[in-house]
């Protein structure tokens, strides 16, 4: 399309008596932000500016034949009725939630394992969410059963307003299939609560004053007992006012059960405590180490930086196992477990009473390895042989037998699910979801890019195996950078798919997918994500860029024909390299995103991650953070890509604040802006598949706007 056109600006009338009487400089890191009102969430306001962008978005794109045509598309495929069922084992049966056209808001429902290797197995309905909405105006999402074990009756069903964290909990029986009247209730708040055993909990709530953190999450844990009231529960611990969390729970084990306090002083270090016989005593570990699960007595952890104790040298990456009694600084033992090297990272680790499951990434692909401890004290270790070249997910596990359900599955091959039990622990295939577009005509290839500094940064490509290197072809580039997050392999339309239905709407229309595995992210361990930390932030922009580059020095796209897209760290990704680099790209999706890092830390969740970004209230750190902040380094007259934003209004971790204001500052400056802000679901930025389509529809339909 033309290029001029796209600075054209698109503003209504309201849009621009909104913004009428603010005129800030580009530089706006030392003056008042002019457009504070639209953090505002629920304003009057600010909601007419939300109206005002999302019906000249929908007048643009909504009207069209290829916005019908995609929607149609992406709501086939997510509510497809060969989708995987993602079962978690409870005692004698498989639970699942699952939404499709007849169940928008989902259902709760079970079944048993044999019914459930049918073609049509039976399911039980436990929770009906639909239902549950009728008469309410509060349009609650479902965010999961937490069951006691191993009787799996007594359960906290977890409910939010509108699909943000903040949760309703309320207590519900398994066998009468309703809530107890008179059972476990805690009102919405970002609560942490958990089974200690049939009659009390773990809870850390909003209690009041001072019992929240600078982050919004309980700074307060407390025991509470069945038929007291709240406020009589015992305080157990109490953190830091400017620590993240804090939490407490139950491991269960025949070895004896263990009772463990968490605070988290960051996103990133974390003080464990052991509660034992009514008193604390905190781990002697490093406080960036993780604990990944309870094996027969012993606790196993991840570390995060390399670790000398005992004479004994571990290397960051790895995960140990070790007597808790050693581990309160007594008498005990500390052996590794699983040892990373420079091209594999340990990915997860899940633990039955039978062995340890440890899921790992070479490259970027997965593999399974199972752990089971010998006679004579060591470990016998077995390959679990699934296809080469994806990404595994280990679903669920029976903790008594060891037997599990475990997700495979490839940008070009539908999820399978495989059902995985002993003693010979070879995969059995038991479901697989149809194909939402036809594979055989694509072509998966992982290239590596070079970035600023020298290092190798991976990135798969997924294309037609007749795709001329031209520089002529749409292509889309996925990613994420931070929080040690991975992006690996993952099916177009799939039920944990990070990226959308990309294979209709894209790749059968002629597109490119791509997805970088930038560092700030887990890929490759540790060491890959500090190596974007702090006042390393930029090397993840440097990284996305040398991708971006590479791809156009490949010939297999050029500026005007590539398009950007990320969400939440990956909507301050692409806003920053949009405000970087704008000449590199067509075309940019901007999803749930932080853009005002001025600021990031006084909304909502954001102080949680100040160990990932930095405090820009420390004037040295401002003086990093302000070279790459999206809404400060927004200019006048510099021809940007065309920019859609996504967010939500009930989003309660990442403020819609961010992508309003950053809207409003782009329309000020004349250019076009693209904003859909759906009025729930949370985070997720969807409560429903029609939402979710919707959302889908509208990206791909700016994206071939701009780029074709």
């Given at each position: 399309m033309n290029r001029h056109w796209i600075l054209l600006p698109l503003v209504t009338s309201l849009n621009m008596a909104a913004l009428a009487d603010h005129h800030p400089s580009a530089d706006t890191s030392s003056m008042d932000d002019p457009y504070l009102w639209l953090e505002d969430v629920d304003s009057d306001r600010s909601l007419d500016f939300v109206k005002g962008l999302n019906n000249d978005t929908a007048q643009q794109l909504k009207k069209s034949r290829l916005y019908k045509s995609l929607h149609e598309d992406a709501l086939s495929v997510l509510d497809s009725d060969s989708r995987i069922p993602q079962v978690n084992y409870q005692g004698s049966y498989l639970y699942n939630y699952w939404r499709d056209q007849s169940n928008p808001r989902g259902v709760y429902r079970r079944t048993t394992t044999d019914e459930f290797r049918k073609a049509e197995p039976d399911w039980e309905t436990i929770l009906d969410m639909d239902a549950f909405n009728e008469g309410t105006d509060k349009n609650w999402v479902f965010k999961g059963m937490s069951c006691l074990s191993p009787d799996y009756v007594k359960c906290l069903a977890q409910m939010s307003p509108g699909g943000g964290d903040a949760i309703e909990i309320r207590e519900f029986d398994m066998n009468s299939k309703s809530f107890i009247e008179d059972g476990f209730t805690l009102p919405v708040a970002k609560t942490q609560a958990s089974w200690r055993d049939e009659n009390s909990l773990y809870v850390g709530t909003d209690f009041g004053e001072d019992s929240l953190t600078t982050s919004g999450y309980p700074r307060i844990v407390k025991l509470w007992q069945r038929g007291t009231d709240l406020s009589e529960a015992t305080t157990l611990h109490e953190g830091d006012t400017k620590s993240v969390s804090v939490s407490a729970?139950?491991?269960r084990d025949d070895a004896g059960d263990i009772d463990l306090i968490y605070e988290g002083t960051s996103f990133w270090t974390t003080d464990i405590y052991q509660w034992l016989d009514g008193k604390m005593h905190k781990l002697q570990i490093p406080d960036s180490a993780s604990m990944s699960g309870y094996f027969q007595g012993r606790l196993l952890m991840s570390l995060k930086q390399d670790w000398s104790v005992d004479g004994s040298d571990y290397p960051a990456g790895a995960v140990l196992i070790a007597d808790p009694s050693r581990l309160r600084g007594e008498s005990g033992k500390i052996e590794m477990?699983?040892?990373?090297?420079?091209?594999?990272?340990i990915e997860s680790v899940t633990t039955s009473k039978q062995g340890i499951l440890v899921t790992l990434l070479k490259d970027v692909v997965g593999e399974l390895k199972r752990y089971e401890p010998d006679d004579d004290g060591g470990w016998i270790i077995r390959d679990i042989p699934f296809p080469a070249n994806g990404a595994i997910n280990v679903i669920s596990i029976d903790e008594e037998t060891g037997n599990f359900f475990a997700n495979y599955q490839s940008f070009i091959t539908p999820p399978t699910l495989y059902q995985v039990n002993g003693p010979d622990w070879r995969p059995v295939s038991v479901k697989n979801q149809a194909e939402s577009f036809d594979a055989d005509q694509y072509t998966v290839r992982q290239y590596f890019a070079i970035s600023e500094d020298g290092t190798k940064v991976p990135y798969f490509v997924v294309m037609n195996k007749d795709t001329e290197f031209n520089g002529s072809n749409p292509t889309h580039i996925f990613s994420y950078g931070g929080f040690r997050n991975s992006l690996t392999p993952s099916y177009?339309?799939?039920?944990?798919?990070?990226y959308g239905a990309y294979g209709k709407l894209w790749l059968d229309r002629g597109g490119v997918f791509v997805s970088a595995s930038i560092r700030g992210g887990g890929e490759y361990g540790p060491a890959w994500h500090q190596a974007a930390l702090l006042k390393n932030k930029h090397k993840s922009y440097e990284d996305f860029e040398a991708v971006a580059m590479d791809l156009i020095e490949r010939r297999i796209t050029s500026p005007k024909h590539l398009g950007i897209e990320g969400r939440s760290n990956g909507g301050l990704l692409v806003g920053a390299t949009m405000t970087r680099r704008p000449d590199l790209y067509g075309a940019v999706i901007c999803?749930?995103?932080?853009l005002d890092m001025k600021r990031y830390h006084k909304l909502l969740a954001g102080a949680s991650w100040m160990a990932e970004?930095?405090?820009p209230d420390d004037a040295d750190m401002w003086d990093y953070?302000?070279?790459?902040?999206?809404?400060?380094n927004l200019k006048p007259d510099t021809e940007y890509p065309a920019t859609f934003f996504y967010t939500s209004t009930r989003d309660d971790r990442v403020h819609p604040g961010h992508a309003r204001k950053m809207a409003a500052r782009m329309q000020e400056y004349g250019y076009p802006v693209w904003y859909y802000e759906n009025l729930e679901g949370g985070h997720g930025g969807s409560s429903t598949n029609e939402?979710?389509?919707t959302r889908l529809a509208l990206s791909y339909a700016h994206l071939w706007k701009h780029l074709k």
């Amino acid at each position: 399309m033309n290029r001029h056109w796209i600075l054209l600006p698109l503003v209504t009338s309201l849009n621009m008596a909104a913004l009428a009487d603010h005129h800030p400089s580009a530089d706006t890191s030392s003056m008042d932000d002019p457009y504070l009102w639209l953090e505002d969430v629920d304003s009057d306001r600010s909601l007419d500016f939300v109206k005002g962008l999302n019906n000249d978005t929908a007048q643009q794109l909504k009207k069209s034949r290829l916005y019908k045509s995609l929607h149609e598309d992406a709501l086939s495929v997510l509510d497809s009725d060969s989708r995987i069922p993602q079962v978690n084992y409870q005692g004698s049966y498989l639970y699942n939630y699952w939404r499709d056209q007849s169940n928008p808001r989902g259902v709760y429902r079970r079944t048993t394992t044999d019914e459930f290797r049918k073609a049509e197995p039976d399911w039980e309905t436990i929770l009906d969410m639909d239902a549950f909405n009728e008469g309410t105006d509060k349009n609650w999402v479902f965010k999961g059963m937490s069951c006691l074990s191993p009787d799996y009756v007594k359960c906290l069903a977890q409910m939010s307003p509108g699909g943000g964290d903040a949760i309703e909990i309320r207590e519900f029986d398994m066998n009468s299939k309703s809530f107890i009247e008179d059972g476990f209730t805690l009102p919405v708040a970002k609560t942490q609560a958990s089974w200690r055993d049939e009659n009390s909990l773990y809870v850390g709530t909003d209690f009041g004053e001072d019992s929240l953190t600078t982050s919004g999450y309980p700074r307060i844990v407390k025991l509470w007992q069945r038929g007291t009231d709240l406020s009589e529960a015992t305080t157990l611990h109490e953190g830091d006012t400017k620590s993240v969390s804090v939490s407490a729970f139950r491991m269960r084990d025949d070895a004896g059960d263990i009772d463990l306090i968490y605070e988290g002083t960051s996103f990133w270090t974390t003080d464990i405590y052991q509660w034992l016989d009514g008193k604390m005593h905190k781990l002697q570990i490093p406080d960036s180490a993780s604990m990944s699960g309870y094996f027969q007595g012993r606790l196993l952890m991840s570390l995060k930086q390399d670790w000398s104790v005992d004479g004994s040298d571990y290397p960051a990456g790895a995960v140990l196992i070790a007597d808790p009694s050693r581990l309160r600084g007594e008498s005990g033992k500390i052996e590794m477990l699983v040892k990373p090297d420079e091209r594999t990272v340990i990915e997860s680790v899940t633990t039955s009473k039978q062995g340890i499951l440890v899921t790992l990434l070479k490259d970027v692909v997965g593999e399974l390895k199972r752990y089971e401890p010998d006679d004579d004290g060591g470990w016998i270790i077995r390959d679990i042989p699934f296809p080469a070249n994806g990404a595994i997910n280990v679903i669920s596990i029976d903790e008594e037998t060891g037997n599990f359900f475990a997700n495979y599955q490839s940008f070009i091959t539908p999820p399978t699910l495989y059902q995985v039990n002993g003693p010979d622990w070879r995969p059995v295939s038991v479901k697989n979801q149809a194909e939402s577009f036809d594979a055989d005509q694509y072509t998966v290839r992982q290239y590596f890019a070079i970035s600023e500094d020298g290092t190798k940064v991976p990135y798969f490509v997924v294309m037609n195996k007749d795709t001329e290197f031209n520089g002529s072809n749409p292509t889309h580039i996925f990613s994420y950078g931070g929080f040690r997050n991975s992006l690996t392999p993952s099916y177009s339309g799939s039920y944990e798919n990070l990226y959308g239905a990309y294979g209709k709407l894209w790749l059968d229309r002629g597109g490119v997918f791509v997805s970088a595995s930038i560092r700030g992210g887990g890929e490759y361990g540790p060491a890959w994500h500090q190596a974007a930390l702090l006042k390393n932030k930029h090397k993840s922009y440097e990284d996305f860029e040398a991708v971006a580059m590479d791809l156009i020095e490949r010939r297999i796209t050029s500026p005007k024909h590539l398009g950007i897209e990320g969400r939440s760290n990956g909507g301050l990704l692409v806003g920053a390299t949009m405000t970087r680099r704008p000449d590199l790209y067509g075309a940019v999706i901007c999803g749930v995103p932080l853009l005002d890092m001025k600021r990031y830390h006084k909304l909502l969740a954001g102080a949680s991650w100040m160990a990932e970004f930095g405090n820009p209230d420390d004037a040295d750190m401002w003086d990093y953070i302000k070279t790459y902040s999206p809404y400060q380094n927004l200019k006048p007259d510099t021809e940007y890509p065309a920019t859609f934003f996504y967010t939500s209004t009930r989003d309660d971790r990442v403020h819609p604040g961010h992508a309003r204001k950053m809207a409003a500052r782009m329309q000020e400056y004349g250019y076009p802006v693209w904003y859909y802000e759906n009025l729930e679901g949370g985070h997720g930025g969807s409560s429903t598949n029609e939402q979710l389509a919707t959302r889908l529809a509208l990206s791909y339909a700016h994206l071939w706007k701009h780029l074709k």
